[in-house]
């Protein structure tokens, strides 16, 4: 049976598309990060704030962010993820990077892209879903708006224990936020976290954080508005199994086949 998990949220202003002066702030909170925290998880487009300008913001997988990544996690003897906007192959995509201790990264490309924002426009939808192990514990990455659409979350046969959120979700529709988030803990029996920025973007869009950490039954475990900080939490494996063993909701979902756009990367 795994331990429990130590998690570490990041919720933060953001310097608008400013990467090196963003690095250099998320620098100073894992500086605050306890030892034994087993993930650290950054919002979405964490270097840039989240913005339109790919052209102007983009990064490869060879520059600066990947490898600052990669050594903080190295250094934290933890997993770090977050998004930043990547360019290849000529195409732009808000891409969770998920960097291990052991030195290996894994990607996850937004699938669900803005459109009232159109990101749409902008960037190039992912088609798989990434699953990491960490310290025995199933975890998937989302981001941000992939959070209105439970088909694309949908836990089958328990392929997950917790759900991650990367976010800049602005303050104006905090409420559907706040709701779908223990919506997807309690359709899905597994932990939801969800890490969302605070501040006020360059486009003046201001965000209010509620960062949330959310029980496999939908209680709120915990929930941040507006100040930032780092904001640690275990979850317990015990309380996982007990929900799952003791009303196997699971056992009775209905079985279906995502069908992806072959014009998806």
């Not at 990101?119 to 190039?124: A, I, K, N, W």
């Amino acid at each position: 049976m795994p331990l429990d998990l130590k998690i570490a949220l990041i919720q933060t202003s953001l310097h608008w598309q400013n990467a090196a002066e963003n690095r250099k702030m998320f620098e100073d909170f894992f500086s605050r990060v306890d030892a034994g925290t087993d993930l650290v998880v950054l919002p979405e487009m964490f270097t840039t704030g989240f913005t339109m300008k790919a052209r102007d913001c983009a990064e490869t997988m060879q520059d600066e962010t990947v490898p600052w990544l990669l050594e903080n996690a190295l250094n934290l003897q933890s997993h770090i993820c977050g998004s930043v906007i990547i360019e290849e192959n000529g195409a732009y995509f808000n891409r969770l990077l998920w960097a291990t201790p052991e030195g290996d990264l894994h990607t996850y490309d937004k699938r669900h892209l803005f459109r009232m924002a159109r990101e749409h426009l902008t960037y190039t939808a992912g088609s798989k879903r990434l699953i990491v192990d960490v310290a025995g514990w199933k975890i998937c990455p989302f981001v941000c708006y992939d959070l209105r659409f439970p088909v694309w979350i949908r836990n089958k046969l328990q392929e997950y224990d917790l759900a991650l959120f990367v976010a800049n979700w602005p303050a104006k529709r905090s409420r559907y936020w706040r709701m779908l988030l223990p919506a997807r803990a309690v359709e899905n029996q597994a932990y939801v976290v969800g890490v969302n920025r605070v501040g006020v973007d360059g486009l003046g869009y201001p965000y209010s954080g509620d960062s949330a950490v959310i029980s496999p039954v939908g209680d709120t475990i915990a929930e941040y508005t507006e100040n930032s900080g780092v904001y640690t939490h275990t979850l317990s494996w015990e309380l996982l199994h007990n929900c799952r063993r003791d009303f196997p909701v699971w056992q009775d979902a209905d079985d279906f086949e995502i069908k992806v756009d072959r014009n998806d990367n």
